[in-house]
Every structure is written in structure tokens, then in C-alpha cells.
């Protein structure tokens, strides 16, 4: 999906009217003469006035209406004889979706604007002022969303010091297939707002999400550990489970001591430390019977960022 889409789409249910109506709009009183709006309109090159009295949106007055009014001979009479009386209304606090709903179910081109607590008028609403504030907000939103990848990815330059790195720490529950997978899937958009080269991000996602899992289906607990540098993104995993008895025979492709229940949910098919193998640069795997295991991958940068 185009990303500009995609923050249009979410703009329309962030903004409300208030975020980009025309404030202050030009008005008319209803003792004002159709001859004075007919200069209005044409003076200030607009299409039509929300009608106030006393502070009070009483109608509404459009080049629609001052069109049927010189139609019918152009007799000089007060605003009020012609206006649309009682015009519907939109909130300040409204979402701007739902004023988009209401211009096309009523064919309207305007909608006054006004306060819920106290009626008072606020501003206008027009098809053009949609268009143009969600324009506005679009490039707003998207300059501040390049200016935040650029921080993000040029975060080690900003830096100084000798050592440079990120360290990010997950928390991994033995058996809780509802969470499998979290932790993977939050630092790959890390990752990604860090500005590592989608590559990278992609291989260590797949191995994360292998080693994750692993805890899950056999540990009781385990911790992910990920330390981020200019040079390389690495994983550390630690788990208190059962341990692997024979890591020769464990990484051998669909080897695999998964319970049959462990099956049936689709997972334990004994491809897990292959992935992670294809994946990594360096891979390092250690266990102890009845104690634990921990695993170590390291993905160089570097290199990526070169071919880049």
C-alpha cells in the first residue's frame, strides 16, 4: 500500500472538524440586503454565508439562492427572505470521516460549524477545506515521519562515544502459543525505525521468530536478548527447559522431539535451528541437560549497507 494512502486513510480518523476548518468565515446578517450579499459573494469571491444573529447560526445563504433570486426579477428584499432556515450543522469535535459521510449523503456544499456546549459559530466547512487540510496534515505528517527515519537510522552518527550500541530485552512465557512470536515481531519494527537495511531486518526476523518459538514449544521461560551496533544486529536467547542432549542430532533437518499436540498446532516440524543457521552469519549453540539452552546469532551490517 502506498505509505501517503495509508496516513490518509489514518488522518481521516484522527482529524476532527475543529483540526481544519475555515475559522472566522465571512457572515451575513438576515436584515442585510440581497443586493449587499450579491456584492459579498462576488467581492470575496465565495459561494455562499452561514446567516448569524445574536451570535446564532440562523441560515444560510448560497449563490444557489442569490441565482434564483435575480431569476425571479432581483427585487431588493432582506437575506432573511431567501436564506435556508434552521441549516444542518457540523461539530467542532466531529471526525472528519464522518463529515465526509454527511457532504455526500446531503449533496451539500457547506455546513456551518459550531460549538456543541454553546451554539456559538466557529467556522466553515467546505468540500475545498477538506481537501486542502488534509493536504496540509498529509505533507505535515510525512516531513515529520522523514525527519524521525532519518534520526532513526543516522542514530549511531549522532553519537558520540567510543562504544556505540542498543540493547533490547524480551521476555519469552514456555507454552504461551497466544504471545509466540511477539517479541520477533517487535524488533523487526525496531528494526525497521532504526533504518537497518531490510535485509538484515528480514533474516534476523526469521531466526528470532525459529528461536522464539523453540521457547515456547519446549522451555518454561526464556530471555531474547538483541544488541544493535554500526557493524552487526545480534540475538542472544536463554531458556530454562529441558536442554538438548545431542546438538549434532538436533541440527539435522526435521529432526525434531515436538509433542504430538505441539504438531498439531502447526509447529515443531524440525526445521527451526535450520532457518536460524541459513540466516545467520555466526551461530553459536550451547546447552545443558536439565538446565537450559542459549543460543547466539550475529547478522553483520556492514555488508548490506554497502551493497546498499
Known amino acids: ?46 459561494s455562499g454565508t452561514p446567516v448569524v444573529e445574536d451570535g446564532r447560526v440562523v441560515g444560510i445563504i448560497s449563490i444557489e439562492d442569490l441565482i434564483g433570486w435575480l431569476s425571479s426579477g432581483g427585487q431588493d428584499c432582506p437575506i432573511r427572505e431567501k436564506m435556508t432556515r434552521d441549516p444542518e450543522v457540523l461539530y467542532a469535535d466531529q471526525l472528519l470521516v464522518q463529515t465526509i459521510q454527511h457532504f455526500d449523503a446531503s449533496g451539500f456544499g457547506r455546513f456551518p460549524v459550531i460549538d456543541r456546549r454553546d451554539g456559538s459559530l466557529i467556522g466553515i466547512m467546505t468540500k475545498g477545506a477538506i481537501i486542502e487540510g488534509l493536504l496540509g496534515k498529509l505533507e505535515h505528517a510525512l516531513r515529520e515521519e522523514e525527519i524521525r527515519q532519518y534520526r ?30 511477539k517479541a520477533s515481531t517487535q524488533m523487526k519494527r525496531n528494526l525497521k525505525r532504526l533504518g537497518i537495511h531490510p535485509d538484515i531486518a528480514h533474516r534476523l526476523a526469521i531466526a528470532s521468530y525459529e528461536a522464539e518459538m523453540n521457547v515456547v514449544i519446549y522451555a518454561d521461560r526464556g530471555v531474547m536478548e538483541y544488541r544493535i551496533t554500526p557493524q552487526e544486529v545480534s540475538l542472544r536467547i536463554r531458556d530454562q527447559g529441558p536442554g538438548i542432549a545431542d546438538i549434532e542430532k538436533a541440527m539435522r533437518p526435521g529432526y525434531s522431539t515436538a509433542a504430538d499436540w505441539v504438531r498439531e498446532l502447526g509447529f515443531g516440524a524440525g526445521m527451526g535451528l535450520q532457518n536460524i543457521k541459513k540466516c545467520a552469519d555466526r ?26
Open 1 to 46: 500500500m502506498d505509505p501517503r494512502f495509508a496516513k490518509t486513510r489514518e488522518l481521516l480518523y484522527q482529524l476532527r472538524v475543529a483540526d481544519i476548518i475555515r475559522r472566522e468565515p465571512i457572515v451575513t446578517h438576515p436584515d442585510q440586503m440581497m443586493s449587499e450579499l450579491r456584492a459579498i459573494l462576488r467581492d470575496r469571491r465565495i
Open 283 to 308: 551461530m553459536d549453540l550451547r546447552s545443558t541437560p536439565g538446565v537450559g539452552t542459549t543460543l547466539k546469532i550475529r547478522i553483520f551490517t556492514r555488508k548490506a549497507n554497502e551493497t546498499e
Open 152 to 181: 532513526a537510522s543516522h542514530i549511531f552518527e549522532d553519537l558520540t562515544a567510543e562504544y556505540k550500541e542498543i540493547y533490547l530485552t524480551y521476555e519469552v512465557k514456555g507454552k504461551d502459543f497466544d504471545l509466540a512470536g
